[in-house]
């Protein structure tokens, strides 16, 4: 945390001309700005269901396209049983 204190005689300008220079010099809003839009990473427990579960919906969907029966309302379908 950057704490500024307020010497004798100093105007606040200049007190927060001080500030923003010691922000600046501290690389905090450096910081802020690169983890802002940044999104957590998977934990290894995570991407591995996640393959598991891409693996079993692409089974299924060339199954049913082998048997011609696939389209978008039976690809929701199948996701929506493969998630319970």
């Known amino acids: 945390m950057i704490e500024v204190k307020k010497k004798d005689r100093e105007s606040s300008e200049s007190l927060i001309r001080r500030f923003s220079r010691r ?6 809003l450096v910081k802020a700005r690169r983890s802002r839009f940044r999104a957590d990473e998977k934990t290894k427990r995570e991407k591995i ?3 598991i579960y891409k693996e079993k919906v692409r089974k299924v969907v060339n199954k049913l396209k082998k048997m011609g029966k696939f389209d978008e309302s039976t690809f929701k379908n199948v996701k929506k049983k493969l998630i319970k």
Not at 23 to 28: L, T
């Open 49 to 51: 269901s996640g393959a």
């Open 23 to 28: 922000v600046q010099q501290s690389g905090v």
